[in-house]
């Protein structure tokens, strides 16, 4: 999103270092009031800036701990379609749409190989799947993570 200045980088820091953060608690850090405060998070939540409010925690914890990524390649003129019926998959947890030779990328979260097995005959039972490639997920080793760019956002700004 375009448009942010230097207060709603601020504001974003300040939750990226504490997601629980108060609106009294950002609103005393920032030295602004907090009304203030809630008119910037109604602005940058109704223009999308905030991905979502899920709390995130590990497959593992639920029993499933493989996961993998599988690159999924379709009929291209029926990707609505196709995006809705996998989207009725429980395993796929993300999917991403891509330029280049493949179409889809999933990340699978599966309880063990058979099931992850399973999983994949599902997705490509999807009418319009051609084909499908599983990589096994080693291990995480950089997390998803913005406080870099929001940094360089704002030496930029």
């Not at 375009?2 to 939750?15: P, Y």
């Not at 009294?24 to 602005?43: D, F, K, P």
């Not at 991403?96 to 992850?116: E, I, T």
């Amino acid at each position: 999103m375009a448009g942010l200045d230097r207060i709603d980088l601020e504001l974003l820091a300040a939750l990226a270092d504490d997601p629980r953060i108060t609106i009294v608690a950002l609103a005393e850090s920032l030295g602004l009031s907090r009304n203030t405060i809630q008119a910037r998070m109604a602005r940058l939540e109704e223009t999308g800036v905030f991905l979502s409010y899920e709390r995130s925690f590990s497959p593992d914890v639920l029993g499933f701990p493989l996961q993998a990524f599988v690159s999924i390649g379709v009929r291209q003129t029926e990707l609505p379609r196709i995006i809705n019926e996998l989207s009725r998959i429980p395993e796929i947890v993300q999917a991403h749409g891509l330029s280049g030779s493949v179409d889809l990328l999933a990340r699978v979260a599966c309880r063990d190989a058979r099931h992850l097995f399973d999983t994949d005959a599902r997705i490509l039972s999807v009418d319009g799947v051609e084909r499908t490639e599983t990589s096994l997920a080693m291990g995480e080793v950089i997390p998803f993570r913005v406080a870099g760019l929001m940094g360089v956002a704002r030496r930029e700004s």
